[in-house]
């Protein structure tokens, strides 16, 4: 009885809708009577909207959330490995689906960069089509990516470029490595920073698994960066920049980290504790958006993300 009824509001807090209680109350096992008892237990209480009753958002909500990042980071790393990005059918869904903007394939001169980029360009690809699977009819649809004007403003704001220049991410796999810089430390800390909020089981397993993948990817491009500056130093300096940038978009507080000096490494983001950080999902969107303001559009998203979590914080004020 116990576990019926841990699986009927787990449903219920993580289904956008009345369709998708169905859906997973099939999933789970519950079919007949008991599913039709349970479902209107479940209807009468909950509300089908995505927030919970004390305000905070649904896990499905949450997954949505992550699907938009999942989204911008497949099309970045598909187009570099292979000069196109998402299939059509993987990028319908709820919301208004957009276009992308800039992205072509890179001349990758190192052959173990190209393989770290096509192993990860697959794992992003196989994330959208994970989350997407899970949110059935709730999943969003992808939202307008900019892969060009984005990256160029997030140079300037970093110092890497004069406020006339404009930065090719594409346009080496140096710069390439730059931009999946940007990205990779900034999914581990949201994984991270939405974990505690995810109250299906389930759920939290999957985002503990592509928690994990992020880390991963973003130990790589820690790593080969820090080895490219072996050969040039002002890498580090650079990639000191994107971190101090990122930190002036989320927030005063001095969380976010180089990968260190010719001297010292500092391959692995964490805090006194050994422990790495964690972002909510509005400092997310002050970098995704780059802007330290509360708004709900710009930067890597022109429009927007897609679903209930939508809009930054006002670090301004902080």
Known sequence: MFEQRFIV??????????????????????????????????????????AEEDGAPSDAAILNFALNLEYLEAEFYLRAVTGTGLPENMTTGTGKRGPVTGGRQVTFKTPLIQKYAQEIAGDEKTHVAFLRSALGSAAVSRPSIS??????????????????????????????????FIFEDVGVTAYKGAAPLISNKTYLEAAAGLLAVEAYHAGIIRTTLYALGVQTPAIYTTVQKISDARDSLDGTTDLDQGIGTASTANLVPTDANGLAFSRTAAQVLNIAYLDSEQVSSGGFFPAGVNGSINTSGDNDND
């Open 147 to 180: 892969l060009d004007d984005s990256f160029t403003a997030a140079a300037r704001a970093a110092g890497l470029i004069g406020a006339h220049d404009t930065f090719d991410v594409y346009a080496n796999e140096v710069n390439f490595l730059f931009g999946a």
């Open 9 to 50: 509001d787990a449903i219920s807090r993580s289904a956008e809708n009345a369709v998708d209680r169905r859906r997973f109350f099939r999933a789970a096992g519950l079919s007949g009577i008991t599913a039709g008892a349970a479902f209107v237990a479940a209807s009468a209480a909950a509300s089908p909207a995505v």
